[in-house]
């Protein structure tokens, strides 16, 4: 059954379809047992009255083996009819074509924001001392900035033809090496931010967060990084003056470098942060290897007006270490978890992040966490999900 977006609420049947790709590379490994989990903790919590129907869809190599083609329309038009889906690591098509099927699948479904939750786990190795201090919730915006990919590459005819153009009509005179620059351009928008900092805004207020951070640069970049901040700013003003006068949020910002100096000093004065593309990428990664690494960073890409979201595992495909049993499926796991949330099941997600950590709290991970442990003891991936099985089974519904 499908999932339905009326006004701004989703309609969510007892029985959901989610349509998964399995993923290239580890993926064959991680997705099936994050299924299982997820199926067993759906039981658990609701006895039989909600369920899962897995639907796999296929893209990345499987499609390409199969249909000859590495993102089947057909496979967009089941996300787009189903409303959320699941998605596992995909390698990057190599020789023309589509540059990146997750940049492919983003712009298709027009998913403009992408979440990133940072917190730590107990039992985790952190290079922080009290990383119990991050609980981040990142929105990055996903389809504007230098990430449009409008470049032009040094000494091409276009790259001459914007030089002469910026010279000659615009009077720029600040282009230091004109015979061998690349140019990139970087379009932000008043609807682009607006967007993305609306839907920061409504996650603090629905999760009683005290504070959304605008993360930006725009004391160099000052009509794009600066109009993020600025349009950020009139915008909360304008759509949620009542909720800040009631003092229920505090909307500041800081600039990008400052941030993440101030992520590893005083982590606790921040809870959502909205920022653009670029600043979001480097973010995230700082972020997540605060508290752990790629192997348990979740995430997901949503549009909240039309409710399209895909949740995914947030690394890549690691080629080095297939078919060995020992990848980590945390990230998958977590980001199910997030899925699970967003259509409001979240006893079922309670019960499985509370396992990961009871897991970790015992030093039982996969081998790129439990390396890091004092007591660690490094299981291989069946294992590891076997053991988050047995702890929800043991576990109270809450
Ligand atoms: P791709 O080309 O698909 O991006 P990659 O290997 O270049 O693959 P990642 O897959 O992100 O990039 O991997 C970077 C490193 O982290 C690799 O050494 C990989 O083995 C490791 N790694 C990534 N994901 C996991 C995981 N889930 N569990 C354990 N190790 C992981």
Redesign the pocket.
Known sequence: MKIKKQEKKLIVPDCVTVPFIEG???GQE?MPVCRNIINYAVEKAYQGKRRIEWKEVLAGEKAFKTTGNWLPDETLAIFREYLIGLKG?L??PVGGGIRSLNVALRQTLDLYVCLRPVRWFRGVASPLKEPQKVNMVIFRENTEDIYAGIEWQQGTPEAQKLLNFLKNEMKVTQIRFEKTSSFGIKPVSVEGTERLVRAAIEYALENHLPNVTLVHKGNIMKFTEGGFKRWGYELAEREFSKELKEGKLIVNDVIADAFLQNTLLTPENYSVIATLNLNGDYISDQLAAMVGG??IAPGANINYKTGHAIFE?T???????VGRN??????LILSSVMMLEYIGWKEAAGLITNAIEEAFIHGKA???LARFMPEGKALGTMQFAETVMTIIENSPVS
Do not use: F
């Open positions: 290239d590379g580890i991680i690591p390698t990057t790629i192997g595992a690394h890549g495909t690691a080629p080095d270490i020992s990848a980590n499926p945390s990230s996969t081998y790129d």
